[in-house]
C-alpha cells in the first residue's frame, strides 16, 4: 500500500521557517523524482519544487526560488521542503507527490515510467 505522508506544517511568521517532511512507503522511493507542490484557496496547483531521484538536481518555482530548499534521504524513504523567509503569501495546503513537476527530467534524458502518488497535504499558514 503506498503512502505519502506529510508533516512539518503550522503558523509561521512573515520571515518565520518551516520544514516539511514526506515520508513515503509502498514503491521504490529511490528510484523516484519527487515534488512538492501546494494550493491555496481559491487558487490553482503550484508545482514548488522537485528533486532528482538520487537528490543530484534541484526544481524550483520562481516564487520560492532563493526561500525554499528540497532534499532528500533515500535511506529513510523521506523528501524534505525547507521553508525560510516565509510569506503570507506562501499560505496553502502543501502536497508531497511522487513523480517530477510537469516539464522537469531532473539529471534524465526522459523521465523513467511512474505513477504519480499523493499525500494528504500539510496546511502552511504565513500570518502575524
Known amino acids: 500500500q503506498v503512502q505519502l505522508v506529510e508533516s512539518g506544517g503550522g503558523l509561521a511568521q512573515p520571515g518565520g521557517s518551516l520544514r516539511l517532511s514526506c515520508a513515503a512507503s509502498?514503491?521504490?522511493?529511490?528510484?523516484?523524482?519527487m515534488s512538492w507542490a501546494r494550493q491555496a484557496p481559491g487558487k490553482e496547483l503550484e508545482w514548488v519544487s522537485g528533486?532528482?531521484?538520487?537528490?543530484?538536481?534541484?526544481y524550483y518555482a520562481d516564487s520560492v526560488k532563493g526561500r525554499f530548499t528540497i532534499s532528500r534521504d533515500n535511506a529513510k524513504n523521506t523528501v524534505y521542503l525547507q521553508m525560510n523567509s516565509l510569506k503570507p503569501e506562501d499560505t496553502a495546503l502543501y502536497y508531497c507527490?511522487?513523480?517530477?513537476?510537469?516539464?522537469?527530467?531532473?539529471?534524465?534524458?526522459?523521465?523513467?515510467?511512474?505513477?504519480?502518488?499523493w499525500g494528504q497535504g500539510t496546511q502552511v499558514t504565513v500570518s502575524s
Open positions: 507527490a511522487s513523480g517530477p513537476p510537469p516539464g522537469y527530467h531532473g539529471q534524465y534524458d526522459e523521465i523513467p515510467p511512474y505513477t504519480r502518488y
Open positions: 509502498g514503491f521504490t522511493f529511490s528510484n523516484y523524482l
Open positions: 528533486i532528482h531521484s538520487d537528490g543530484s538536481d534541484k
